[in-house]
């Protein structure tokens, strides 16, 4: 059985983070430091089967009118579970106050993000990196 925790509620070692996050081939420069960081930062979830992290997720917001949420990731052996589809049900109810929650996913991932009210925009994304 799987639970869904947020961070406050069962610390998340950064290092089963990063094992997410190569499990699905993601951020392969992201370090331990950075990681823990990051943990303490926005809404922070963590999809539990027993001790074992299978599914990561978090938003960041400025806790009125904006949030995005990132890095909803599940561990390979797990997917097909409906994980994924828990950790956005919890984590939009963590943002239910929120004005505006928005999110980045690859073009063939947008069919899946509707099933939890999200919608294509006709926005351009930019970044800047260091």
């Not at 406050?8 to 081939?25: A, M, N």
């Not at 097909?80 to 999110?103: C, F, H, Y």
Request: charged share 25%; glycine share 10%.
């Amino acid at each position: 059985m799987v639970v869904i925790k947020l961070h406050t509620e069962k610390p998340i070692p950064p290092l089963q983070v990063i094992r997410l996050y190569q499990d699905v081939d993601w951020w392969p420069a992201r370090s331990k430091d950075g990681v823990r960081k990051l943990l303490g930062h926005g809404v922070v979830l963590g999809a539990w089967e027993d001790k074992q992290l299978v599914g990561f997720c978090r938003a960041v917001s400025d806790g009125v009118y904006r949030a995005y949420v990132e890095d909803v990731v599940v561990l390979g052996t797990h997917r097909g579970r409906g994980i994924g589809r828990q950790l956005m049900d919890r984590m939009m109810r963590e943002l239910n106050q929120i004005e505006v929650v928005s999110l980045f996913c690859s073009g063939k991932l947008s069919a899946y993000y509707e099933g939890s009210g999200f919608k294509p925009t006709g926005q351009v994304v930019m970044h800047r990196s260091k």
